[in-house]
């Protein structure tokens, strides 16, 4: 159980056009879901608090107009990188809380390696 | 503001060597969750341990053991006998809590440790 899938595992786009990433609870609902950002060889970085129903909560210097992040189930969330530039590359994760279920970790998914050229 | 740090940014060692990769975390909080994930190439991440901070056993898992030291606010984790699959960065992880106990979920991430076992 607790199974996270983040789609698509990979992705190559060009300068200047949107990309969405999807992030699904398979078989546990989920009110919060968190994405993270991770460039080549350094950490995981909280970019955003997506909250089922509501307008998510994104950290300091992570721009809300540019990653745009829909929370409209308690099975999915979706990050759009619009308007993606080669610094937009990067390792994009996302995690997921179990509503029911506290104290418990975060499940991650696989991650989606995002490539602008 | 909560802070994760591992100073060890790459160890290399033989296979069947013993390694300890080592883990401090700030917080003012008195209720907190402490991590453990494993990335591989591939990156994924895989989940190892969770220990909140009222549990201060150390525990004992096939090859990985991990040592909590509220004291000294480290949680350091020892692969014995390494092997060449655990190739890999390793993150240390922190979660804060409320009063209740229950964590808000986000983690703060240290910057990992790259271990590399050699054949």
């Known amino acids: 159980g607790a199974v996270v899938s983040q789609h698509p595992s990979w992705v190559i786009c060009k300068s200047g056009t949107s990309v969405k990433i999807e992030c699904r609870s398979l078989?546990?609902?989920?009110?919060?879901m968190f994405w993270y950002r991770q460039f080549p060889k350094q950490s995981l970085m909280l970019m955003a608090t997506s909250n089922e129903g509501s307008k998510a909560t994104y950290e300091q210097g992570v721009e809300k107009d540019k990653f745009l992040i829909n929370h409209a189930s308690l099975t999915l969330s979706t990050l759009t990188v619009t308007s993606a530039h080669p610094e937009d590359s990067s390792f994009y994760i996302c995690?997921?809380?179990?509503?029911?279920?506290?104290?418990?970790?975060?499940?991650f998914g696989q991650g989606t390696r995002l490539t602008v050229v | 503001a909560q802070k994760v740090t591992q100073a060890q940014t790459e160890i290399s060692v033989v296979e069947k060597e013993d390694v300890t990769l080592d883990c401090v975390y700030e917080t003012r909080d008195t209720t907190y969750y402490l991590f453990w994930y494993k990335q591989p190439p591939s990156g994924e991440l895989v989940f190892l341990i969770r220990?909140?901070?009222?549990?201060?056993q150390n525990e004992i898992s096939g090859r990985y053991s991990w040592n909590f030291q509220k004291s000294t606010s480290s949680f350091n984790f020892t692969i014995t006998a390494s092997q060449v699959v655990d190739s890999a960065v390793y993150f240390c992880a922190l979660s804060e809590a409320n009063a209740g106990g229950t964590s808000y979920g986000k983690l703060t991430f240290g910057q990992g440790t790259i271990l590399t076992v050699h054949p």
């Open positions: 995690s997921a809380r179990d509503r029911k279920i506290f104290n418990t970790e975060a499940f």
């Open positions: 078989d546990f609902q989920a009110t919060t």
């Open positions: 220990r909140n901070s009222f549990d201060e």
